[in-house]
């Protein structure tokens, strides 16, 4: 079942055999990650591997890659996982609860493709040209349109990650890299992928949600600069309920509009790639080393926040119907998420549930936010 052929190859394989003799999505599940771990192995004879340890909530994910281009551009956005002791700064655990083994590679860099996935050509109309299946055990979706393949087994605690062309990668899939392989792998210890910013300290900090523009990710980012708060997350991060509302920086990064620089100069020099096409005019900055000390890793969630864009001299805070900040978070979330999307609405109801909800009308100064946040926090003990 391996194919590992030139790309091009590969790709002739797959389009003439797409959608005969296809065995059952079950039995196929059942044996797929067996034959992605021996394709993978083919690569790892072929391209030199980079491995590392991600230390992160009590558990090690293990980051094993196959080509210098892929690792290039998954590692920058995980940097701050990658050594210490963990603590409130995120630093490697003393000791770890469960190991999680990722295995990546690159077919433009091993000339190795995946087992032909199971999937006809109806499965990849619902996600918007993305097939995926769950049987409970094992997770598989399949991206043609981006060349990309996810696949993870609960079982083994094992997930494979293939894409065409490392190289093609988005400034987005840089930002965020198997996330899809994260959000699989971290449920069994409750945590999910949360569509958030987030800011505050070791003892409480609160999730900034809205739509594009809607000021979270200036509100969060400015946190780097101003005193009295620390930066966790711009845009994306892990959020777990129990044994209570916690809030976890998975990536280190911020993704910076066009009409931010002039606010934000000081990220200028930190600019590691440009969009000026999907979603126009968006820059991807890592932030480790380089904020470290302006940063959080972890804190317990003390409240969700609506910010606004309302220019006021002061920022002002008021009470949010939970609905209201469910509608901005549950649909944000789960469309990065393909097939999970009712286990997500389950989540997001909860949280806005047992935590409270605000609205925050900005500020024109940066720093007024920031006070504002923290008198909040304050508050709420």
Known sequence: MIIAKSCNAGKIAWKSTFAENTPTLTTVLDTYPAHLLAAFADSESRQPISECALHLAGVTVRLRIAGATLAEATLPALAHLLGGREDGRGDLAPTTAATITLHLWDAAATGVWPPRPPFTADDYRRYGQRAVAHDGVRSLMHAPTSGQLFAYDRAGRQGYFWVEDAGQLSIYERAAPVQTLFHWALGEFGWQIVHAAAVGNESGGVLLIGSTGAGKSTTALSCLAQEGLRFLSDDKCLVRLEPQPQAFALFSLAKIKGDMLPRLPHFRPLLAGWDDNYKANKGLVFLHPTYAEHMVTRFPVKALLLPKVAYRVEAVISPAAAGDVFRQLGPS?????????????????????????????????????VDAIRRLLEELG
């Open 333 to 369: 979330t789960v469309i990065w998420l393909p097939g999970a999307e009712a286990e997500n609405y389950r989540f997001t109801a909860e949280m806005v549930r047992r935590l409270p909800c605000y609205r925050i009308e900005l500020a024109s100064d940066p720093q007024a936010n």
